[in-house]
């Protein structure tokens, strides 16, 4: 069996997978690694205590369709054949031929020909593999959550928001739950604190360059780290980046406008960044 294994972006980087919990996507890298060289796992439950996740997580990767289970209790990942490409002289041909035998290869993505195969992962008994118990609300309400507006995502959405709206009067409202969302990922997925986002914000929507690119969530996660380094130059921590700052010491603006016109280009790929 081949030890390597590879993953491809066009399934691990799309919003249905990134919007898994974190675990769920630990769990399908591991499933992944231990898969044979079709693409089946024989002992799911092993591996989901062995690296600390839950059921839950694998009835998410099961309703997502990232896998795809028996009634064995042997599960298999559905795009094994776009992930991976093993050569013929390192195939191992898998053990499960009879759960094989039951899909079908549509370029890349296994498929059930006979859906009586798949396990009903809120019947099957409990000591069998999944148990009875349906996902719980909490792994639920982070597939389908809707934000309140006192909730943390839904105030940085606001926060943002309205400094977009104080520098231009014509920005058309966005959908606050669609921010939420993305600023749910960054605070979850990145592990980023509530306060050092709304900072970053006010640093950004009060900076001659950064108030005109960052426009969304999406611009803050993608830019920042770079807004984290900046914000620690001394020179904005003496001045407080403050817009004005840059209006009112000509000289200085001058300076600055080559500096950012430069990172302008490189952002937008017009330039190769060094």
């Known amino acids: 069996m081949a030890q390597r294994r590879m993953f491809a972006l066009k399934i691990i980087d799309t919003d249905l997978f990134l919007d898994?919990?974190?675990?769920?996507?630990?769990?399908?890298?591991?499933?992944?690694?231990?898969?044979?060289?079709?693409?089946?796992?024989?002992?799911?439950?092993?591996?989901?205590?062995?690296?600390?996740?839950?059921?839950?997580?694998l009835k998410i990767l099961v309703s997502k369709s990232f896998i795809i289970p028996f009634e064995s209790g042997i599960c298999v990942i559905k795009h094994w054949k776009i992930h991976n490409y093993i050569q013929k002289d390192r195939y191992q041909k898998t053990l499960y031929g009879q759960e094989k035998s039951s899909l079908e290869n549509d370029n890349g993505t296994y498929?059930?020909?006979?859906?009586?195969?798949?396990?009903?992962?809120h019947e099957v008994d409990t000591q069998v593999r999944l148990g009875k118990a349906r996902l719980g609300k909490a792994s639920i309400d982070k597939i389908n959550k809707t934000f309140l507006s006192d909730s943390d995502e839904y105030r940085l959405s606001?926060?943002?928001?309205?400094?977009?709206?104080?520098?231009?009067?014509?920005?058309?409202?966005?959908?606050?739950?669609?921010?939420?969302?993305?600023?749910?990922?960054?605070?979850r997925l990145d592990n980023r604190k509530t306060e050092d986002i709304k900072n970053i914000i006010a640093f950004a929507q009060?900076?001659?360059?950064?108030?005109?690119?960052?426009?969304?969530?999406?611009?803050?996660?993608?830019?920042y780290e770079t807004l984290?380094?900046?914000m620690k130059e001394p020179k904005y921590k003496k001045e407080g980046c403050k817009k004005s700052d840059f209006v009112n010491n000509?000289?200085?603006?001058?300076?600055?406008?080559?500096?950012?016109?430069?990172?302008?280009?490189?952002?937008?790929?017009?330039?190769?960044?060094?």
Request: aromatic share 10%; glycine share 4%; proline share 3%.
């Open 250 to 274: 000509c000289s200085e603006r001058e300076h600055e406008a080559g500096y950012y016109k430069d990172l302008e280009d490189k952002l937008l790929g017009y330039k190769d960044a060094e």
């Open 206 to 223: 009060n900076n001659e360059f950064w108030y005109k690119n960052i426009l969304s969530p999406d611009k803050v996660r993608k830019h």
């Open 111 to 121: 498929n059930l020909m006979d859906t009586k195969c798949i396990q009903n992962v």
């Open 228 to 230: 984290i380094l900046q």
């Open 158 to 187: 606001t926060f943002l928001w309205n400094h977009i709206k104080r520098n231009n009067e014509l920005a058309k409202e966005p959908n606050m739950q669609k921010w939420s969302k993305q600023f749910d990922a960054i605070i």
């Open 20 to 57: 898994m919990p974190v675990s769920s996507q630990l769990l399908y890298f591991q499933l992944s690694m231990r898969a044979d060289d079709d693409g089946f796992v024989g002992s799911p439950q092993k591996i989901i205590k062995m690296v600390n996740c839950s059921s839950d997580d």
